[in-house]
């Protein structure tokens, strides 16, 4: 198994750009969701789904969108990139989410720049 | 409101001496608690979790957390440590729900020859 895999790596884009950012996973989780990371504040939930067609907000979902028609895929989307999106983000999956404590596996993060 | 706190924000230890990072929770109830470690340009590896039952936890790594109830702590402990250990440490906390994980903010950890 892959596990949980993103793309791109690295990513640099200029302000009011869009671009979507890439996560997929086969070990068949029903839950998948979205963190990202900025020195000093830990990690942060964006977006999450708990199944194909079904997704909720984080904590700080503002400038993002997300959508989930498939159980393997859940791209993230930056409708109009701001310097403060500059961030490294993490996709994550699970079984349950957290229902009974599941364990949730992250990918290996994509690095983003907003100039 | 429901947070996770890691007091360090750095810790120094020289390789072959014990290791505690502290961690603690303020939640409704007691939740599902997890340490994770994150290598530099990595992603997030799972050390261990606490569900319920015996409050010592065994992780990989030689890694092991106590979980303590009157405290609202869950402290990562290593009896002695490697070079390869330099890494940020997270704990982390869910409350069972679908709205993910309340992480802390990291404590970066430094290993002196």
Same mark, same amino acid.
């Given at each position: ?65 997300? +959508?989930? +028609? ?46 | ?6 007091? /360090? ?44 039952? /015996? ?11 106590? @979980? ?21 440490? @997270? ?7 679908? /709205? ?14």
């Amino acid at each position: 198994n892959a596990g949980v895999t993103q793309t791109p790596k690295f990513q640099v884009l200029k302000t009011g750009q869009s671009m979507t950012l890439q996560c997929a996973q086969d070990m068949n989780h029903e839950y998948m969701s979205w963190y990202r990371q900025d020195p000093g504040m830990g990690l942060r939930l964006i977006h999450y789904s708990v199944g194909a067609g079904i997704t909720d907000q984080g904590e700080v979902p503002n400038g993002y969108n997300v +959508s989930r +028609s498939t159980t393997e895929d859940f791209p993230l989307r930056l409708l109009s990139a701001a310097p403060s999106q500059t961030s490294v983000y993490f996709c994550a999956s699970s079984f349950s989410g957290g229902a009974g404590g599941d364990t949730q596996y992250f990918g290996p993060g994509t690095r983003l720049t907003v100039l | 409101a429901q947070s996770v706190t890691q007091p /360090d924000i750095h810790i120094t230890v020289s390789e072959g001496a014990s290791l505690e990072l502290r961690c603690n929770y303020s939640y409704g109830a007691t939740p599902y608690l997890f340490w994770y470690v994150q290598s530099p340009g990595q992603g997030l590896q799972l050390l261990l979790k606490y569900f319920s039952g /015996d409050t010592l936890v065994q992780g990989i790594k030689g890694f092991e957390a106590e @979980f303590k109830r009157s405290q609202s702590s869950f402290n990562l402990r290593k009896p002695s440590v490697h070079w390869s250990d330099a890494a940020e440490y @997270f704990c982390a906390a869910s409350g069972g729900g679908a /709205d993910g994980l309340t992480f802390g903010k990291g404590t970066h950890l430094i290993i002196q020859p």
